[in-house]
T-cell receptor
């Protein structure tokens, strides 16, 4: 699985958009980009995933560059409850061995 | 619709004792994954099981650790002769089928403290 690079921490003002970057320059053609988050002391929570097209759901938007070497998770209107560690994970969607490899993620702090 | 359940939520063991961590997957899910999170670190994959089978245990230490997912009942992660370095949060996740990775749901974790 491709390695990802994320900034260790970010701040965002409440109500503003939070843009979390992720570099995955060694991603291969069959690898998806997944985002999970972990609110303090809880289990990780799935946010969104994509292959090459931009994706949007009720939680967030995922923007993947055309060369797929980087992506950005966008929380459109951050709230205090979005304070968490956000993990960008790149992996192939295989039928077996579906474990995720979590890095250290980005610690997002939403400021009132 | 109950999510992944783990118990106990907190477990304290003295060095040398055994720790048993239980995970009940989402109803209808037949794939279970165990991860370990050391303080200030990300989650590390340990083992992937289907009912009665270990599919991938590449992340699990070769000694003292074992896992099972019987036909009936919860998945069990067992740590024998615990040491202080085993102190961590252990998370279980489940999915309905192996091919849909994004459908992996995580439990609240068991926090093991070894004194």
């Amino acid at each position: 699985d491709a390695k990802t690079t994320q900034p260790p921490s970010m701040d965002c003002a409440e109500g503003r958009a939070a843009n979390l970057p992720c570099n995955h320059s060694t991603i291969s053609g069959n690898e998806y980009v997944y985002w999970y988050r972990q609110i303090h002391s809880q289990g990780p929570q799935y946010i969104i995933h994509g292959l090459k097209n931009n994706e949007t759901n009720e939680m967030a938007s995922l923007i993947i560059t055309e060369d797929r070497k980087s992506s950005t998770l966008i929380l459109p209107h951050a709230t205090l409850r979005d304070t968490a560690v956000y993990y960008c994970i790149v992996r192939a969607d295989l039928n077996t061995g579906n474990q995720f490899y979590f890095g250290t993620g980005t610690s997002l702090t939403v400021i009132p | 619709n109950a999510g992944v359940m783990q118990n106990p939520r907190h477990l304290v063991r003295r060095r040398g004792q055994e720790a048993r961590l239980r995970c009940s997957p989402v109803k209808g899910h037949s794939h279970v994954y165990w991860y370990r999170q050391l303080p200030e670190e990300g989650l590390k994959f340990m083992v992937y099981l289907q009912k009665e089978n270990i599919i991938d245990e590449s992340g699990m230490p070769k000694e003292r650790f074992s896992a099972e997912f019987p036909k009936e009942g919860p998945s069990i992660l067992r740590i024998q002769q615990v040491v202080r370095g085993d102190s961590a949060a252990y998370f279980c996740a489940s999915s309905r089928e192996g091919g849909r990775s994004y459908e992996q749901y995580f439990g609240p974790g068991t926090r093991l403290t070894v004194t």
